[in-house]
């Protein structure tokens, strides 16, 4: 899930696929050297969004030098991947965060899991009047989305920057409700992500979602603070590579992950696509087994 993916959760217009789907990890015969014989080489299919990131081109070559086959099927929405998954129309899928896949695990019954990390696209505080976080004078104002799934992460990292206190301790139900007021150094004002930029200079800092940080005139860089990948409350925002419950183990699939952790060309296209934005993570996977299930039982509590 990309920095395109900020507000994933929320409903998006669904469209239709223009790919017809076949069986998964179909084998394609190739003739052999004039003995009758033929091999199988192993096609894994992965569903992406937007296959034309930089990332995925590398992928694909570099599978192919481990003698694996990867197919990239390309949606056009971010509702399609995890049904195609879970009916068996793919093998795998990469373009979600772990809440994301709870909430879609929780809502349809089904039991995909991450079997590895990608990268965290961090979430970041803003402004134009203050170089860091402790020259914020307390009782200043600060903006977050008023998108439910974006507020409650910036109300995350407005916490780990101590500028606010959660009565709950924080979770990725957290809203302006949740804040303790009498504990917390700054008010906080939720607005609309996209009207947020240009409303900047009225308040001491903004979260700003990475789709609208340059219409604001910023770049990533000029975040003064941000999601700490290793704050176990942006666990649940680490995108991930996606599979069924009974290909967990699956030595193929695995291999595949170790490529995309660890292949220069393919960090590079990563880091390239996010806009300089991604922070690439070798997240235990017991880690992330533990973050799904988590945040399944919160969704599941809240309904």
């Known amino acids: 899930m990309s920095r395109r993916t900020t507000s994933i959760i929320a409903a998006l217009a669904a469209v239709p696929l223009f790919v017809a789907l076949a069986g998964c990890a179909t084998a394609s015969p190739e003739a052999g050297s004039g003995s009758g014989e033929s091999t199988t080489p192993e096609v894994v299919k992965i569903g992406v969004v937007n296959k034309g990131d930089d990332q ?83 009782g200043e104002t600060v903006a977050v989305p008023d998108d439910a ?33 009498a504990k917390s150094k700054v008010k906080v004002t939720a607005l609309e992500a996209a009207l947020i930029p240009t409303s900047l200079p009225d308040v001491a800092a903004a979260i700003i979602n990475n789709d609208f940080i340059e219409d604001a005139g910023l ?3 000029d975040a003064i603070a941000q999601d700490d990948p290793e704050d176990p409350n942006a666990l649940p925002y680490v995108n991930i590579f996606a599979a069924r419950a009974e290909d967990a183990d699956n030595p193929t699939y695995l291999k ?34 533990a973050s799904l299930k988590k945040v399944q039982e919160d969704t599941e509590a809240q309904k």
């Open 256 to 289: 595949l992950v170790e490529i995309f952790q660890t292949n220069e060309a393919v960090q590079a296209g990563l880091l390239a696509s996010s806009g300089d934005t991604a922070v690439s993570l070798q997240t235990p996977v017991a880690d992330l087994v």
């Open 56 to 138: 995925w081109a590398p992928f694909v070559d570099a599978a192919a030098e481990e003698g694996i086959t990867v197919e990239l099927v390309d949606f056009g929405s971010y509702e399609q991947p995890n049904p195609a998954l879970t009916e068996g129309e793919i093998d795998l899928n990469q373009f979600q965060h772990i809440a994301y896949l709870a909430d879609y695990n929780v809502n349809a019954g089904a039991d995909l899991t991450p079997i590895g990390s990608t990268a965290i696209y961090p979430l970041g505080l803003y402004s134009t009047k203050y170089d860091d976080v402790d020259s914020i004078p307390e």
């Open 149 to 181: 799934t974006n507020q409650a992460r910036g109300l995350l990292v407005l916490q780990t920057a101590g500028l606010i206190e959660l009565k709950s301790g924080g979770s990725i139900f957290s809203d302006l409700a949740d804040v303790d007021t």
């Open 219 to 221: 770049t990533s860089d």
